[in-house]
């Protein structure tokens, strides 16, 4: 799916070398069709990073993706480029004025603080407040998953006795979702967090069904109201290298780390990494995509009716 962002974007160059599908406003503009709108709210450090694993995965079907960027107006970044998020981000509370079919809500270096101590935690619950009736289908990942059950079902979090840390084989409960079309039985995806939801909570919420978790019964997938909300706890979307780099950053800063589980050739870390969750990653970015196009209403009006 081509995706409409602007050519200035950092992220551009790096898709358009990989052949991802990346399209200008100016193309975009002489196509007689409607794209599908989807919006990211980007909380993750590694701001450009996240921007390219994201739209990778939205780039890799046949229709045009508008993607829109937003930022917590009541958090100043300390990590993205200087001028990137005013250049071409959009400040939440100006960009809640819009629709959109989909809405992805990152992970965030948060994790051990209670929600409410974030310093733009009001910000956020209310772009999620405002998504259920003004977005098709949000996906909450990592972190923005904890956020989003705490929000929406005053799920807590729970510290887990050491972090959860690299690639883990995850089975599919539900087979009959379209988010795991063409899945296999069992698929690899990474984790990196030191939470998770409290699942005791989560097994007494009905409108929550956990679509998917790791072979202990951690939840992996969680989804609501139909696939409107879709919680994933772990990072499909992270490159090669990414869990290298938090590994190596932790030790250099002398925190006590393990070596991420499942991720180097041979589990040594002088060892390349084994891309072993790409092609499921792929997969499910596009199912849900497809999903979205085939459900969502033609006019976004309608979403609040």
């Known amino acids: 799916m081509p995706i409409k962002i602007p050519k200035s974007l950092p992220a551009y160059k790096a898709l358009t070398d990989e052949n991802v599908f990346v399209m200008t406003e100016e193309r975009a503009a002489r196509q007689d069709i409607r794209p599908l709108k989807v919006a990211i709210v980007n909380l993750m450090p590694t701001t450009v990073d996240t921007e390219i694993q994201l739209l990778r995965l939205l780039g890799s079907s046949p229709l045009q993706v508008d993607i829109s960027f937003f930022y917590m107006g009541s958090h100043t970044s300390r990590n993205a480029p200087p001028g990137h998020l005013e250049r071409f981000y959009t400040p939440s509370h100006k960009a809640?004025?819009?629709?959109?079919?989909g809405l992805i809500i990152t992970g965030a270096p948060v994790e051990t603080l209670p929600f409410e101590e974030v310093d733009y935690w009001d910000e956020l619950a209310a772009?999620?407040?405002?998504?259920?009736?003004?977005?098709?289908?949000?996906?909450?990942?990592?972190?923005?998953?904890?956020?989003?059950?705490y929000h929406h079902y005053g799920i807590p979090k729970l510290t887990l006795p050491s972090k959860l840390f690299g690639v883990f084989a995850h089975n599919i409960n539900a087979r009959n979702t379209p988010l795991f079309r063409g899945f296999d039985d069992i698929f690899l995806a990474p984790q990196s967090r030191h939470t998770e939801s409290s699942l005791s909570l989560i097994n007494v919420v009905a409108a929550l069904t956990v679509q998917s978790a790791t072979a202990c019964g951690?939840?992996?997938i969680l989804t609501a109201r139909n696939g409107r909300e879709i919680y994933v706890t772990g990072h499909l979307e992270y490159d090669v290298l990414t869990l290298d780099k938090e590994y190596r950053r932790d030790l250099a800063l002398g925190k006590t780390v393990n070596i991420p589980q499942n991720y180097y050739t041979g589990d040594d870390p002088a060892r390349p990494p084994?891309?072993?969750w790409r092609a499921h990653a792929h997969l499910f970015f596009s199912n849900w995509l497809n999903f979205i196009y085939q459900e969502t209403p033609f006019d976004l009006a309608e979403l609040a009716s």
């Open 274 to 276: 084994i891309v072993r």
């Open 127 to 149: 772009v999620m407040s405002w998504a259920k009736t003004n977005v098709f289908s949000t996906m909450h990942i990592c972190w923005g998953a904890q956020a989003g059950l």
């Open 218 to 220: 951690s939840p992996f």
């Open 96 to 101: 809640c004025k819009d629709r959109f079919d």
